[in-house]
């Protein structure tokens, strides 16, 4: 059996791993851990996979099988949840100062989240990040897929530099 002490070592654990795209979040700081239970001996991971043009889910669970196993629990399940499904807005605001700090423009709203107060002057389609350097508002798209599918490439018109931007979905 798991201990109530066993799972939640688990639990602190399993949200330590770091993503494989976004090694500066954990699966906690980027919100696809949806859950760390017990079933008998075994310790059940649940995680919602994320763009779903990121190949990382088997290395996100072959990560947590082994980062479990090295905290002692060698009977590890990785279970997927589907829906609902993950958006961006499930990043973490802890997560999302890591991105700043790390010069990566966080997501803005998902698409389809409900309209909330967001500023006239950026429009609903296209909102451009702002820079995590100097913090302008005035940058450029300069490709679309940066590295992964997950990240576009922008660059700030202030001060000159390029930046890795998180895509809202
Ligand atoms: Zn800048």
Same mark, same amino acid.
């Given at each position: 059996?798991?201990?109530? #002490?066993?799972?939640?070592? =688990?639990?602190?654990?399993?949200?330590?791993?770091?993503?494989?795209?976004?090694?500066?979040?954990?699966?906690?700081?980027?919100?696809?851990?949806?859950?760390? =239970?017990?079933?008998?001996?075994?310790?059940?991971?649940?995680?919602?996979?994320?763009?779903?043009?990121?190949?990382?889910? !088997?290395?996100?669970?072959?990560?947590?099988?082994?980062?479990?196993?090295?905290?002692?629990?060698?009977?590890?399940?990785?279970?997927?949840?589907?829906?609902?499904?993950?958006?961006?807005?499930?990043?973490? =605001?802890?997560?999302? !100062?890591?991105?700043?700090?790390?010069?990566? =423009?966080?997501?803005? /709203?998902? /698409?389809?989240?409900?309209?909330?107060?967001?500023?006239?002057?950026?429009?609903?389609?296209?909102? #451009?990040?702002?820079?995590? #350097?100097?913090?302008?508002?005035?940058?450029?798209?300069?490709?679309?897929?940066?590295?992964?599918?997950?990240?576009?490439?922008?660059?700030?018109?202030?001060?000159?530099?390029?930046?890795?931007?998180?895509?809202?979905?």
């Amino acid at each position: 059996m798991v201990t109530g #002490r066993q799972l939640r070592a =688990a639990r602190e654990a399993a949200a330590a791993v770091p993503d494989p795209e976004l090694p500066m979040l954990t699966l906690a700081d980027l919100g696809i851990l949806r859950g760390v =239970a017990a079933e008998g001996d075994a310790v059940v991971v649940t995680i919602t996979p994320t763009y779903s043009g990121c190949p990382a889910m !088997r290395e996100i669970a072959h990560d947590l099988r082994a980062r479990l196993g090295r905290a002692g629990f060698a009977d590890v399940t990785v279970r997927t949840a589907l829906a609902p499904p993950w958006t961006s807005d499930w990043i973490t =605001a802890e997560g999302r !100062r890591k991105l700043r700090e790390a010069g990566v =423009a966080p997501p803005g /709203p998902a /698409p389809g989240a409900p309209a909330g107060p967001v500023p006239l002057t950026l429009g609903p389609a296209r909102r #451009r990040p702002v820079c995590p #350097r100097c913090g302008s508002a005035d940058t450029t798209q300069t490709a679309a897929f940066s590295g992964t599918a997950c990240k576009a490439l922008y660059r700030c018109e202030a001060c000159r530099e390029p930046f890795e931007h998180v895509k809202a979905v």
